[in-house]
């Protein structure tokens, strides 16, 4: 249990009821802010390159625009931001809480379903115009692929292709040979990633005690 | 009702089989050590000259030797009989969506024990060596290369204390209790002691995994609940063989000490670890050999099956735990294999095995019910009535003391109902019956008193919990399995999901267990396939390798769907007029059609062309395998023609539906068509 004074206690309070946090959950994750923005009050992009194992992961990229879209901070707006604080930090953290699902009744189990997946979509939806284009899903595929040089960018395009038929076959049905797919909407997405469960998959553990985070 | 008769007449057979070596004129002795052969002067063999013999017979056109061919055959009898009553329940469909195979094979096995009684021979016993040896190694193998390692190791730890501190307890409120029955004067079971009793309490606390995967296979329940249960029965393995050696030794001395308990937890560890690490070092020499291979694919299914079953003996020899080891083996080899054999080794190796584990599955149990019929037995009331009750009661006890426990570590939380089905599917089977045969008479004078107990118990948990757990999970509307197959979208955005948690898990700080499967996982891409798989395959992505399987299957399923590939893209009523010149001498048969449904017919089989012919053109664009499609497809053209004139002269005769056609073809999914 360390003694975290630094900063304001009845701020964390109203970061732990907006979020669901809980306050040492919150002072935790303060303490990491602190440490990758290098005790400023702002966090940059450069400022992810301090993380060493993010640079193993293929989607990195996309991550860390994922923490400085404004679609993520539940605030209803659009468009990317420079730099963000600790409470839009630990907005986007609370996307990947664990939730006490069995408490929960089917039409929450549904909000919570499509919150998690409205987060992946944004990541993918980079213009922001509501579907998710072919151009875009190989764009997606190309990064899950991206150690494998040449023959990843053909296959991705091939992937993608066939991943687009397949939301269309499941969620359009019978189309005729001029009619063209436009791209995955939202409830296209939900109704493909249906069977992923995606609301007991989503999640990390947070901490609750300040011993591990060194 | 026929096929009634035919058994009937077939464990005749068995019987008779059996009571031969009385008519067989006595001094005829098998062959086996296969050295000398007496028999007697009147029989001969064809085979055999006799040239110390001067006298002239007339030489002998037809023989009878059936004792050189018997125990064979009595073998490949009991297995045809066993998969005849197997077909022969099918026909009744009623009974077996009420009552689980498990249980209509062990009633049929008594049925035959009966038959072998009355007609006054030995009905075999269910040998201990025979079952460890043969019967379990197929069904351990099959649940273990087809394991579902995902959802098992992600609930490994639950899995471990279920398996675990689960059957401890089991064994040991079971074991207790019962000497605390046993002690009371009206039971009149003195003779018992502790250490006896303990030694009982490990035998019936083991869930055994050939029940619960015939009963569990049948209701489809969701993935984690099969997981959980199935996983505790191949892990309490190791388990039961410490508990069960180390009281065995000790019963006879009569006293363990601190001493011996320590040994016993080390001895724990030294099995399970030392099993696992047995199939570990099997299943990569299994991979590295499955590398070369590349020009004999005929002998590559013995390997999976022999490096398997050698490190099964293996593990057996040091009395390690042979089911983890075989489980190791199975579930460690099964994705290097998979990239290096052909795609024909892949499905004989899945067929064989599901073969075989059912050849053995269905034995066990109707050996199950003959050895009940044959074994010596000693019915105490009072034993047999507390056993059953303490086993259910320790079992629920165990679960929900143990899910309380578990449920504050994880995050998906067991659910009452969870737990209940877990409790409930605890059943006990055959390993529970074998272990107990293996007890000596000399020093377990009990033996007879445990076998009925442990019987009676295997009765009870197969019918009722078996034939019960099928309405209570309707009635509890637990969650069922998802039948939808694997999506190139789900892969997709799973594997997109496990990134992007491992990478917020980065952020955080926090290095669980997402890290260290992705580390895990990294290692593996950089040494371990580089070593394992042939060729080019090592460095493929799993994405592509996933893709490439999902065309590849697509592309079999649409052509063996009745569709016709054409590597042009004409109009397909060319074909159609082709087609029509060579079923000339269907003509008759044709004109039997009206003339709108063949209208039909064509309508739906141009369309379907054209749409498997856009689709086929999508995929093998890009697949690697892209010479090898086309291959298929041209091969396959000419089998299609032929296909299809059978197919419309078929069609003619039965006089089918339009609708009933159009189900039938349009398997395919309809077209994208994808500008570039």
Known sequence: MGTLFSAPDDHFQDLSEKTGFSPEQIQILHKRFKQLSNEEDLLRRDDFNNIPDLACNPIRTQIIEAFFDKRNFRQNAVGSVEEISFEQFVVVMSHFRPVPLHNMTEEQRERMRREKLRFLFNMHDTDNDGTITLEEYKHVVEELLSRSGAIGKETAKGIADAAMLEVASITVGRMNPEDFYEGITFDHFLKILKDIEIETKMHIRFQNNACALC | ?676
């Open chain 2, 1 to 676: 009702m026929c096929r009634w008769q035919w058994d009937v007449g077939l464990v005749m057979l068995i019987v008779m089989s059996n009571a031969l070596p009385a008519c067989d004129g006595g001094t005829a002795a098998v062959a086996l050590n296969g050295t000398q052969r007496q028999w007697n002067g009147t029989e001969r063999t064809p085979f055999q000259h006799d040239h110390a013999n001067n006298s002239k017979k007339t030489f002998p056109v037809l023989g009878f030797n059936y004792d050189h061919v018997r125990t064979h055959f009595q073998i490949s009898l009991w297995i045809l009989l066993a998969f005849l009553m197997k077909l022969g329940l099918q026909l009744i469909p009623r009974l077996s969506c009420i009552v689980p195979e498990s249980c209509l094979l062990i009633v049929v096995g008594l049925f035959v024990g009966l038959v072998i009684q009355v007609v006054g021979e030995e009905p075999p016993v269910l040998d201990s060596e025979f079952f460890f040896l043969c019967l379990l190694p197929p069904i351990i193998l099959d649940a273990g290369y087809f394991l579902p390692l995902r959802p098992f190791m992600e609930n490994l730890g639950t899995i471990l204390m279920f398996a675990v501190l689960g059957t401890l307890w089991n064994a040991f409120f079971v074991g207790g209790i019962l000497y605390g029955v046993c002690r009371l004067d009206s039971a009149h079971l003195a003779g018992v002691d502790l250490l006896a009793c303990l030694l009982f309490g490990s035998m019936v606390s083991a869930v055994d995994p050939v029940a619960v995967l015939a009963v569990f296979e049948e209701i489809h329940i969701n993935e984690l609940l099969f997981v959980l249960v199935f996983g505790e029965s191949l892990l309490n393995d190791a388990v039961t063989v410490v508990l069960y050696h180390l009281l065995e030794e000790y019963a006879g001395v009569g006293s363990v000490s601190a001493q011996d308990v320590g040994l016993g937890v080390l001895s724990f560890l030294v099995v399970s670890l030392g099993g696992v690490l047995v199939g570990v070092i099997f299943a990569v020499m299994a991979a590295f050999t499955s590398r070369f291979t590349l020009h004999n694919r005929v002998i590559e299914p013995l390997f999976v099956f022999l490096y398997s079953y050698m490190a099964y003996l293996s593990a057996e020899v040091f009395h390690l735990s042979g089911i983890m080891a075989l489980i190791a083996c199975g579930a460690t080899m099964h994705p290097y294999v998979e990239a290096n054999v052909s795609h024909k080794s892949h499905t004989t190796i899945k067929y064989f095995l599901k073969m075989w584990s059912s050849v053995s599955e269905t034995l066990i149990f109707i050996f199950l019910g003959v050895s009940t019929v044959a074994g010596p037995h000693l019915w105490n009331w009072t034993f047999v009535t507390v056993t059953i009750l303490l086993c259910l009661v320790s079992r629920v006890l165990g679960v929900v003391g143990l899910t309380f426990i578990i449920n504050k570590f994880r995050v998906i939380k067991l659910t009452t109902k969870d737990q209940f089905i877990v409790a409930y599917g605890g059943l006990r089977g055959a390993i529970a019956f074998s272990l107990g045969f293996l007890l000596e008479k000399e020093h377990f004078p009990m033996r007879n008193l445990f076998l009925t107990a442990i019987i009676t118990l295997i009765f009870f948990t197969v019918f009722v919990q078996g034939m019960t757990i099928r309405p209570l999970v309707d009635l509890l509307a637990v969650k069922r399995k998802q039948d939808s197959k694997h999506s190139i979208n789900e892969e997709i955005h799973t594997q997109v999901l496990d990134h992007l948690l491992t990478g917020v898990a980065h952020v955080c700080g926090h290095y669980g267990h997402h890290h260290w499967r992705d580390k895990l996982t990294r290692l593996d891409k950089q040494y371990v396939k580089k070593w394992l798989i042939a060729g080019q395959r090592s460095e493929e992505p799993q994405l592509i390798a996933f893709y490439r399987t999902l065309a590849v299957n697509q592309a079999l399923e649409l052509l063996e769907s009745g569709g016709e590939m054409l590597p042009s893209a004409g109009p397909s009523t060319n074909s159609l007029q082709t087609l029509k010149s060579k079923t000339q001498e269907n003509d008759q048969s044709l004109a039997r059609i009206s003339k709108d449904r063949k209208e039909e017919i064509r309508r739906i089989l141009r369309t379907n062309l054209q749409s498997t012919e856009q689709k086929l053109h999508s995929y093998s664009q890009h697949t690697q395998d892209e010479a090898w499609t086309l291959r298929v497809l041209h091969r396959k053209q000419a089998e299609m023609g032929r296909k299809m004139s059978i197919f419309l002269a078929d069609a003619a005769k039965l006089q089918v539906s339009p609708v009933q056609h159009r189900s039938r073809l349009a398997s395919a999914p309809q077209i994208y068509n994808s500008r570039p």
